[in-house]
C-alpha cells in the first residue's frame, strides 16, 4: 500500500504526540490514517488459523458446542456456517470472562447433557442426529417451557447460545458477506439512495 | 497541607474539564491571550491509535462485544474510548426509586469524541418558556444574545444542514447535507403525507473541507472517533489550536476535588488528585472556568465548602444541584418488509440519520408542554453483535431456517427515537451523598429522579406518532409499550439520553440561580461554568450546540473583563 510519502516513523510519532500534540491532523493524511489502521489491525487481529484450544470450556463440552453452533447457523447454498465463522472461539473466548455466561452457557451445557441421559441414556453428541433434532425443537422455543417446565433452563439455555451464535456468525467475514453488506470504505461522495420503481421513487 | 504540591506559576485561567463547553473555553482564552491549565480527569486521547475508525467486527477477537461482553451496555467497543455508566472506583449514589442513570467520560475530549454530533440550535421561544406557560423559568438572555455565537461556532466547528424556515428550529450556518438514504426517503415520503415536518438533520460533520480538515469519508462511524476529524469533537477541533497559541497546558489523569478560595472570596486555584500518584496537587489561577459536565461541575462546587461558602462554592442560592433535567426519551421502530427488494448497496453514510423530524406542532394545543424532535436509523447497517437479537427473540427456532430469515429482514427495519423537554422538576435534582467518598476520597453525588405526567404524556405523544408514521409508510409497528410500570410509553430512565443540564442554572436573580447571563457566577466574580450546568431549560435540541455558543460567549466575556482588570 502506497503511504504516499509518510514514513511508519512519521506514524509512530502521531500516535505518540495525541490529539493535543497541535498540528497532528492537519498534516495527516487519509492514506497514513488507513496506513495506521491497518497497523493496528494486524497487531489486534486474532491468531492465526490453527486448532483453536478452548480457553474456558472442556475439550467435550467445546465438541458439543460445535455441534450447537453448527444446527443454529449450518451451512447452506450461500455461504458456511457458524463454526467456520468462527462462533463457538468468540463464545469461548467471552465466556472465559464472565461468570454470569459460565453459568448461562457452562450450566447449560451440562443441562443438556444430563437431559440428553434422561431422555436416553447418552450425551448430546452420543445422540443419533434424529434423536439431537428432537431435543433442540424442544429447546428451540418458549412455547415447550409453558408446557412443560422442566424444560425451561434448556429453553433459555439455548436462547442465549443462539443469540451468541448469531453474534458470532454475523460479526465474520463470512456472515457479513452472507448479508451482502456492502460498506465500511472510505467515499469521495455519498450516492445516496439507488431508485427502486415502487420502493424509494 | 504540607504534602500539596503547589504549581510554582500562576495560570490566567484553570479551565476543569476538555469537552464541548472546556475546549471552547481553552481555545478562546488562550487565542485572547490567556495562559490556561486545563485539567482533565482522564488520560489523553490518540485517535490514530484509540479510533477503531474502519475497522470490521471481526478485527477484534471479541467482534465489538468487550471482554465478556463487558461493552454491550456502554455502546460496543467500537465507540470512542470514552466512558461508561460505571466507572471503577468512581461510583455515584441513587435515592430509592430515581433510577438515574449518569454516562461519565474521562478522557481528553470528553464525550464529544463519541457524540451523536446533532448540532441543533434552540430557537427564540426556548430561552422564553415560562413566559410562555408558566413554567419553569426564563433565560437571562435572548435568542439574538446567542445568535452571533451560534454563527461563530457554526462556521469554525462545521455543521450541514439546510434553511427551512421552521420556528422551532431555527436555520444556522450550514454546509450542503449529504443525501438522504433509502429509509430516509420512505419516512419523508409518509411524513409529507401526515404533515409532519421532516427535513435534512444538522450535524457536526464535514461534507465540504473547513480550516484545513478534511470532508466526511462516508464509512458511518463517527460514533467510532473519526481519525481525520472530519466531525467535530473537542480533542481534535479545538484544542489543537489553543495548543498552537503556546498558551495551554494540559494535565491529565487530574480529577478536581475542591475550587479553593481566598480571604476576600475569590477563586484562587484549584485542587486535584494526580491519579497516578495518588497525592493532591494545587493549581493557581487568577480565575477558574468549570467545566467538567453539568453533575460533575455541580458536585465539585457543593464539595468546595469553606467558612466564606459554607454550603459550596456559589450556592448562596442553595440552587446548585437542583433543575436537574435530562431529555425525554422514547424509542420504537417497524418492520417494512418490502425492503428486502432493495439491492444491496453502500448505506453508511455519515454517523448518523441525514433527515430529521424537527418539533414540528408548535402551532396548536398539545396535551403535554414544550415539544419534541424525532430522530432515525435503520436499513443495511454494518452487521454487528446484537444485530439479530430481536428475530432471535421472536421468531426462535434454528437452522436453515433462521439463516434464511436472518437475510430477509437485515435491512428492512426503520426505527425512531423521540427527543423531547423535560420541565424541572423539585423531586429532581443531585446533592453530595453525606456518607460515599470516591476512590481519591472525593464525596460522591446522590441522585434524585422523577418525570411527571408532562414526560409521560409526550412520550406517550411519541409513540403514537412513531406508529402512524410507520404506518403511513406502509411498514409494521412492532414495539409494544406499557401504560404502567417503571417505564411508562417506553420512556427511558432519567440520564440515560446522556443530556443531563441545568445544575448551576443561570438567571437574572441571584437568589434562584447560580451563574448570570455570562456563565459567571453571581457569588464569586472569577468563577465561570460552561458546561450544560449552566443552561436554564432542556429543549428538544440536543445541548452540545448551545453549549458551546455559551461558552464562547463567556469567554469572551471573561477576556474583556480581565482587559479591564475585573477579573
Redesign the interface.
Known amino acids: 500500500m502506497s503511504s504516499q510519502g509518510v514514513t511508519r516513523r512519521d506514524?509512530l510519532k502521531?500516535?505518540?504526540?495525541?490529539?493535543?500534540?497541535?498540528?497532528?491532523?492537519?498534516v495527516?493524511p487519509?492514506k497514513a490514517?488507513?496506513f495506521?489502521?491497518q497497523a493496528?489491525?494486524k497487531e489486534?487481529?486474532?491468531s492465526p488459523a490453527g486448532k483453536y484450544t478452548p480457553k474456558y470450556f472442556s475439550a467435550h463440552q467445546y465438541e458439543t458446542l460445535n455441534s450447537l453452533c453448527d444446527?443454529?447457523?449450518?451451512k447452506?447454498d450461500?455461504s458456511s456456517g457458524a463454526v467456520e465463522a468462527?462462533a463457538p472461539e468468540?463464545i469461548d473466548?467471552?465466556t472465559g470472562?464472565?461468570e454470569k455466561?459460565q453459568l448461562r452457557l457452562g450450566g447449560g451445557l451440562v443441562w443438556l447433557d444430563s437431559f440428553c441421559d434422561d431422555r436416553y441414556a447418552k450425551t448430546f453428541l452420543e445422540c443419533a442426529p434424529e434423536q439431537r433434532t428432537e431435543v433442540?425443537d424442544l429447546i428451540?422455543?418458549?412455547k415447550n417451557a409453558k408446557k412443560d417446565a422442566s424444560l425451561s433452563q434448556g429453553v433459555a439455555f439455548?436462547?442465549f447460545l443462539?443469540?451468541m451464535t448469531?453474534?458470532?456468525f454475523?460479526?465474520?467475514?463470512i456472515?457479513?458477506a452472507?448479508?451482502?453488506?456492502?460498506?465500511?470504505?472510505?467515499?469521495?461522495?455519498?450516492?445516496?439512495?439507488?431508485p427502486?420503481p415502487?420502493?424509494?421513487t | 497541607m504540607a504534602q500539596v504540591t503547589r504549581s510554582p506559576k500562576t495560570y490566567d485561567v484553570c479551565v476543569i474539564g476538555s469537552g464541548a463547553g472546556g475546549g471552547m473555553a481553552a481555545k478562546v482564552l488562550t487565542e485572547g491571550g490567556l495562559t490556561v491549565a486545563l485539567l482533565e480527569a482522564g488520560p489523553q486521547v490518540y485517535p490514530e491509535k484509540d479510533f477503531k475508525m474502519l475497522m470490521w467486527p471481526y478485527d477484534l477477537p471479541h467482534r465489538g462485544a468487550g471482554v465478556g461482553g463487558s461493552a454491550l451496555e456502554n455502546f460496543g467497543e467500537f465507540l470512542a474510548p470514552n466512558g461508561a455508566w460505571d466507572i471503577a472506583g468512581e461510583p455515584y449514589t441513587s435515592a430509592p426509586g430515581a433510577d438515574f442513570q449518569w454516562f461519565r467520560s474521562r478522557i481528553v475530549g470528553g464525550r464529544t469524541n463519541h457524540w451523536g454530533r446533532i448540532a441543533l440550535r434552540f430557537a427564540p421561544v426556548d430561552f422564553r418558556s415560562y413566559t410562555r406557560d408558566s413554567l419553569g423559568a426564563d433565560w437571562p438572555i435572548t435568542y439574538e444574545d446567542l445568535a452571533p455565537y451560534y454563527d461563530k461556532v457554526e462556521s469554525y466547528i462545521g455543521v450541514f444542514g439546510t434553511k427551512e424556515n421552521v420556528s422551532s428550529a431555527p436555520d444556522g450556518v450550514f454546509l450542503p447535507p449529504p443525501k438522504p438514504r433509502c429509509h430516509e426517503l420512505i419516512v419523508k415520503k409518509a411524513c409529507d403525507k401526515l404533515n409532519v415536518i421532516c427535513i435534512p438533520s444538522r450535524l457536526a460533520i464535514l461534507t465540504r473541507s473547513v480550516n484545513g480538515r478534511l470532508p466526511c469519508h462516508y464509512c458511518g462511524q463517527c460514533g467510532r472517533g473519526c481519525v481525520t476529524a472530519s466531525n467535530f469533537s473537542s480533542s481534535q477541533v479545538l484544542l489543537p489550536p489553543a495548543m498552537t497559541t503556546g498558551k495551554l497546558t494540559v494535565i491529565t489523569g487530574a480529577m478536581a476535588r475542591e475550587i479553593v478560595v481566598g480571604k476576600d472570596g475569590k477563586a484562587e486555584g484549584v485542587s486535584y488528585i494526580d491519579k497516578t500518584t495518588r497525592m493532591e496537587k494545587r493549581i493557581s489561577a487568577r480565575a477558574v472556568v468549570v467545566a467538567a459536565s453539568a453533575c460533575e461541575s455541580a458536585r465539585l462546587l457543593l464539595n468546595s465548602k469553606s467558612s466564606l461558602f459554607p454550603d459550596g462554592l456559589a450556592n448562596s442560592s442553595g440552587t446548585v444541584g437542583r433543575y436537574l433535567t435530562d431529555s425525554v426519551g422514547s424509542d420504537g421502530w417497524g418492520e417494512f418488509p418490502f425492503l428486502d427488494k432493495m439491492p444491496p448497496h453502500n448505506h453508511d453514510g455519515v454517523g448518523g440519520m441525514h433527515m430529521y423530524i424537527p418539533w414540528w406542532k408548535f402551532d396548536r394545543k398539545n396535551d403535554f408542554p414544550r415539544g419534541y424532535h424525532i430522530e432515525m436509523w435503520g436499513g443495511r447497517d454494518m452487521p454487528g453483535v446484537g444485530m439479530f437479537d430481536g428475530l432471535c427473540h421472536r421468531e426462535e427456532g434454528y437452522g436453515a431456517g433462521l439463516k434464511q430469515r436472518a437475510r430477509k429482514v437485515y435491512g428492512t427495519t426503520i426505527g425512531f427515537s423521540g427527543r423531547g423537554e423535560m420541565i424541572p422538576n423539585p423531586d429532581t435534582f443531585c446533592e453530595i451523598d453525606p456518607e460515599v467518598v470516591d476512590q481519591w476520597g472525593i464525596p460522591v453525588l446522590r441522585f434524585h429522579f422523577k418525570w411527571t405526567d408532562y414526560e409521560l404524556r409526550q412520550a406517550q405523544d411519541m409513540q403514537q406518532t412513531f406508529r402512524a408514521i410507520v404506518e403511513a409508510a406502509g411498514g409494521e409497528y412492532r414495539t409494544k409499550t406499557r401504560i404502567d410500570g417503571p417505564y411508562p410509553f417506553g420512556i427511558q430512565p432519567g440520564g440515560k439520553i446522556i443530556h443531563e443540564v441545568g445544575t448551576a442554572r443561570m438567571g437574572a436573580d441571584p437568589k434562584s440561580s447560580v451563574l448570570n447571563g455570562y456563565c459567571q457566577a453571581h457569588d464569586v466574580k472569577n468563577l465561570f461554568v460552561t458546561d450544560g450546568a449552566s443552561l436554564v431549560t432542556n429543549p428538544d435540541k440536543n445541548p452540545t450546540l448551545t453549549i458551546m455558543a455559551l461558552s464562547w460567549r463567556a469567554s469572551e466575556y471573561l477576556l474583556s473583563e480581565a482587559q479591564k482588570g475585573n477579573i
Not at chain 1, 14 to 26: E, K, P, W
Open positions: 506514524i502521531t500516535l505518540a504526540m495525541g490529539a493535543v500534540g497541535g498540528s497532528v491532523l492537519q495527516i487519509a490514517a488507513e495506521a489502521h493496528v489491525r489486534k487481529a486474532t444446527a443454529i447457523i449450518p447452506d450461500r468462527g468468540f473466548l467471552l470472562e464472565n455466561y433442540l428451540a422455543y418458549r439455548f436462547a443462539r443469540k448469531c453474534d458470532g454475523y460479526t465474520s467475514k456472515g457479513i452472507d448479508l451482502q453488506y456492502i460498506g465500511n470504505t472510505s467515499l469521495r461522495e455519498f450516492p445516496g439512495c439507488p427502486v415502487g420502493v424509494t
